[in-house]
């Protein structure tokens, strides 16, 4: 009962806030920007050629409000939301009409899962192996030297690292193809299907593993220097402690804690990470759909896209969050 009130408690209620501003921030800021997604519409519907009377606007006018969820007073439409974000029904989409927002979602969403997953676990144990070993001998001149070819890389933006892959691997030596990975609605998957994956999701994967895997290496390589300064671990050095049990039991254990912990402060940050570097790599995820939907002011697709991205980044935080316990015995038995 304890750890209910004063660990688990909490967490649930912040989880709780959380989505619900961030929802109410999306819903409101499109809103505030006083762009109008149906008359947008209708002058689209126009300026192609064809004529509607004042009858006819004034009528597709409040059809379409309807459609969007943007029929009635602010307040109105904000409880309308919320009626479609519970039953996941964020109507059809705009520029992909009548395609209902969800199965746009279903269609897209797995690749990026897919990449953000991947290159973030990868990223996370190969900056943390890496970037223990070099904190332990960080004496050496290998160790130095990888640190000095980190601090360079680490400060790139995400856009600026994958436009030089692109470069590099795309167009100057044409390894990997320049994008137009394009799946349809029903995915049959087979050996040219994951080939056709691999090649087109390994240059955005290696941006996110290189950068990513960068700030997870200085933190760890700063995080063991610190702890093996520490006076235990130097007590356990003097008393004959052998070297192997010295760093799985006295250094890991105390430098993974923090990595656990910046692991879910950062999920949201390596989260719009992959969906920029989509965007760069035309890769077929949420990222490249969220673009589309910006551009063409697709008001229920960012809803849905928006949405979608807080309950999983808020989600894996929680997650996380929860798991710590039984990484620190500080907490259980606090």
Do not use: C
């Not at 689209?44 to 969820?69: F, H, M, N, W």
């Not at 969403?109 to 973030?120: A, H, K, N, Q, V």
């Not at 050996?191 to 290496?217: D, E, M, N, Q, R």
């Not at 949405?307 to 980044?313: A, E, F, G, R, Y």
């Amino acid at each position: 009962m304890r750890f209910l009130r004063s660990y688990l408690l909490p967490r649930l209620i912040q989880y709780v806030l959380v989505v619900f501003s961030g929802i109410t921030a999306v819903f409101l800021i499109p809103r505030l920007a006083g762009q109008d997604p149906v008359l947008e519409m209708i002058a689209q519907i126009q300026v192609q050629g064809s004529t509607l009377d004042p009858t006819a606007v004034k009528s597709l006018t409040e059809t379409l409000r309807e459609l969007y969820g943007l029929k009635g007073t602010m307040f109105e439409q904000y409880l309308t939301m919320w009626k479609r974000v519970l039953h996941f029904d964020f109507g059809p989409s705009f520029f992909q009409f009548p395609t209902p927002v969800s199965d746009l979602l279903r269609i897209y969403l797995p690749w990026t899962l897919g990449l953000f997953l991947t290159s973030t676990v990868i990223a996370w144990l190969l900056g943390n192996i890496v970037g223990a070993i070099a904190g332990y001998f960080s004496h050496r001149s290998w160790s130095k030297a990888l640190d000095t070819a980190i601090m360079f890389v680490r400060p790139i933006p995400h856009y600026i690292f994958g436009v030089l892959l692109l470069i590099l691997f795309a167009y100057a030596w044409r390894i990997f193809p320049l994008g137009g990975l394009v799946f349809g609605r029903r995915v049959v998957f087979n050996l040219a299907l994951v080939v056709a994956v691999l090649k087109h999701s390994f240059l955005p994967a290696l941006t996110l593993v290189i950068l990513g895997g960068a700030a997870w290496f200085q933190q760890m390589k700063l995080l063991v220097q610190n702890v093996k300064r520490e006076d235990f671990v130097q007590y356990a050095q003097s008393g004959g402690i052998r070297e192997k049990t010295l760093i799985f039991r006295y250094i890991l254990p105390n430098a993974m804690l923090p990595q656990v912990t910046q692991l879910a402060l950062q999920f949201g940050q390596a989260f719009s990470g992959t969906l920029i570097i989509e965007m760069v790599f035309s890769y077929p995820g949420m990222g490249l759909l969220l673009y589309r939907s910006v551009t063409r002011g697709d008001y229920n697709l960012v809803m849905g896209i928006t949405v979608l991205s807080i309950l999983t980044i808020t989600t894996a935080v929680l997650l996380l969050d929860l798991l710590y316990p039984l990484l620190d015995p500080r907490i259980r038995h606090r």
